[in-house]
Nanobody, 125 residues
Framework: QVQLTESGGGLVQAGGSLRLSCAASGFTFSRYGLGWFRQAPGKEREFVAA????????YYADSMKGRFTISRDDAKNTVVLQMNNLKSEDTAVYYC??????????????????WGQGTQVTVSS
C-alpha cells in the first residue's frame, strides 16, 4: 500500500520554473524524512534536496542551493520541490523518497526505503 507519486514535471525553457509535488500514502508520512533525487540518462541517481521529519532542517545539493526549495505539508501528505532558474543540466527524472528517522546520510539515496516512480523534467536552452 505504500505509494509515492510525483507530479508536476514537464518541458520548460532555461531560466524558467517548475513545481514538483509528491503525494504519499500507506505510511506515517509526518514521521518520515523526505528527499528529492534525480537521474539523467546514463547517470547515477543524484541527491537534490531533503527535509527532516520535523521540518526543522533542510539540505540541498550545491548545484541546487539558492535555486531549489524543498517543503513539506504533513496535513496533505505531500512534499514539494520548487525549482527556479532552471538550467539544461537539470534535465532528469525526478524522484521523491522517504525514510523513517534516524537518517544518518540524508544525501545518500541508499538511505531511503520508499521511492516514487519519478516525473520527467526537461529544460531546453
Amino acid at each position: 500500500q505504500v505509494q509515492l507519486t510525483e507530479s508536476g514535471g514537464g518541458l520548460v525553457q532555461a531560466g524558467g520554473s517548475l513545481r514538483l509535488s509528491c503525494a504519499a500514502s500507506g505510511f506515517t508520512f509526518s514521521r518520515y524524512g523526505l528527499g528529492w533525487f534525480r537521474q539523467a540518462p546514463g547517470k547515477e541517481r543524484e541527491f537534490v534536496a531533503a527535509v527532516a521529519w520535523s521540518g526543522q532542517n533542510t539540505y540541498y545539493a550545491d548545484s541546487m542551493k539558492g535555486r531549489f526549495t524543498i517543503s513539506r505539508d504533513d496535513a496533505k501528505n505531500t512534499v514539494v520541490l520548487q525549482m527556479n532558474n532552471l538550467k539544461s543540466e537539470d534535465t532528469a527524472v525526478y524522484y521523491c523518497a522517504a525514510q523513517r528517522p534516524p537518517i544518518v546520510r540524508v544525501r545518500d539515496p541508499y538511505e531511503y526505503a520508499y521511492w516514487g516512480q519519478g516525473t520527467q523534467v526537461t529544460v531546453s536552452s
